[in-house]
């Protein structure tokens, strides 16, 4: 897709048809091959969902210095992890990107530059999702970093200067996990079996709560919502993308809690929808 057609299409949106907004507890890589609770409802949204221009994703294993967009036409698909079946390295997800979307989505962003990425493709964080959602690979792909040396607030900034994408047809995807602390992971416990610690539990409660009632400001500072909180995120690069989510959210929609299940203890699957 160029600019020009990029832009006619653009052109054909208007607010009644505004794409809504997710974000996707991703969890384990193996979700990629494997057909469960969480992957089947990753389908589901894929046929609910109007026909995207194209998709971008905020996925929690891209992190840079500086903010980029992915400006290649051919991303490849990365094997960014270790320790899985050999069917897991074997899939390529060979979706198209799009040079003149990253440089439309570069140039709405003024209060940083935003810089076209030719290196990276598509991580696991993005290409185990949307070949769910997209198993025919014919809607373009592309993924915007995590400035890994900025704060919270400035991710949940960034993403309200790329809400006018939403009215040009682009489906903005977080991906990550709200509760995601490895180092405390009950690895006895299989990926798609509902179990959580007590902390996880407590602080995933109160994360839906505050989504739901479009409370952000406790969000974007979690810290300062206690030990469990802390517990939640040790680091915050699967956090992050649920700010974007968030920051996307306009006056008088709802976000809606889908997915909503702790697993292997420290993990959250829970997932959100915010609807046009």
Same mark, same amino acid.
């Given at each position: 897709?160029?600019?020009?057609?990029?832009?006619?299409l653009?052109?054909?949106?208007?607010?009644? &048809?505004?794409?809504?907004v997710?974000?996707?507890?991703?969890g384990? $890589?193996?979700n990629?091959?494997?057909? /469960?609770?969480?992957?089947q +409802?990753?389908?589901?949204?894929g046929?609910?969902? $109007?026909?995207?221009?194209a998709?971008?994703?905020?996925?929690?294993?891209?992190?840079?210095? @500086?903010?980029? *967009?992915?400006?290649?036409?051919?991303?490849?698909?990365?094997?960014?992890f270790? @320790?899985?079946?050999?069917a897991?390295?074997?899939?390529? #997800? $060979?979706?198209?990107?799009?040079?003149d979307?990253?440089? &439309?989505?570069?140039?709405? *962003?003024?209060?940083?530059?935003?810089g076209?990425?030719?290196?990276?493709?598509?991580?696991?964080?993005?290409?185990?999702?949307? =070949? !769910?959602?997209? $198993?025919?690979?014919?809607?373009?792909?592309? +993924?915007?970093?995590?400035?890994y040396? =900025?704060?919270?607030?400035? !991710?949940?900034d960034?993403?309200? &200067?790329?809400?006018?994408?939403?009215?040009?047809?682009?489906l %903005?995807?977080?991906? @990550?996990?709200?509760? !995601?602390?490895?180092?405390?992971?009950?690895?006895?416990?299989?990926?798609?079996?509902? #179990?959580?610690?007590?902390?996880?539990?407590?602080?995933?409660?109160?994360?839906?709560?505050?989504?739901?009632?479009?409370? !952000?400001?406790?969000? %974007?500072?979690? /810290?300062?919502?206690?030990?469990?909180a =802390?517990?939640?995120?040790?680091t915050?690069?699967?956090? #992050?993308?649920?700010?974007?989510?968030?920051?996307?959210?306009?006056?008088g &929609? +709802?976000?809606?809690?889908?997915?909503? =299940?702790?697993?292997?203890g420290?993990?959250?699957?829970?997932?959100v929808?915010? /609807?046009?």
């Amino acid at each position: 897709m160029n600019i020009k057609d990029f832009k006619q299409l653009t052109d054909a949106y208007n607010k009644s &048809e505004r794409m809504p907004v997710l974000f996707l507890g991703h969890g384990s $890589p193996m979700n990629g091959i494997e057909s /469960n609770i969480f992957t089947q +409802q990753w389908a589901e949204l894929g046929k609910e969902t $109007p026909a995207p221009a194209a998709v971008l994703v905020v996925s929690a294993h891209w992190l840079t210095r @500086g903010t980029k *967009v992915t400006a290649m036409e051919h991303p490849r698909t990365i094997h960014d992890f270790g @320790g899985f079946p050999k069917a897991l390295f074997d899939v390529q #997800y $060979p979706a198209p990107g799009s040079h003149d979307i990253a440089a &439309e989505t570069a140039s709405i *962003v003024k209060s940083t530059n935003v810089g076209l990425d030719h290196d990276w493709g598509l991580d696991h964080g993005t290409w185990t999702i949307v =070949r !769910h959602m997209y $198993p025919n690979a014919n809607i373009p792909i592309l +993924q915007l970093s995590i400035d890994y040396s =900025r704060p919270p607030q400035y !991710h949940y900034d960034l993403a309200r &200067e790329l809400s006018v994408l939403r009215d040009k047809g682009v489906l %903005i995807i977080g991906s @990550g996990n709200m509760v !995601h602390n490895l180092r405390m992971v009950s690895w006895d416990k299989k990926p798609e079996e509902a #179990y959580g610690y007590d902390w996880a539990l407590e602080i995933n409660q109160q994360f839906k709560q505050l989504i739901v009632d479009g409370n !952000h400001k406790p969000l %974007i500072h979690y /810290n300062d919502l206690g030990p469990a909180a =802390r517990y939640a995120i040790p680091t915050p690069d699967h956090y #992050y993308p649920l700010l974007y989510t968030l920051g996307l959210q306009k006056s008088g &929609e +709802q976000a809606q809690i889908f997915n909503d =299940r702790a697993v292997m203890g420290s993990l959250t699957m829970t997932s959100v929808k915010i /609807n046009a």
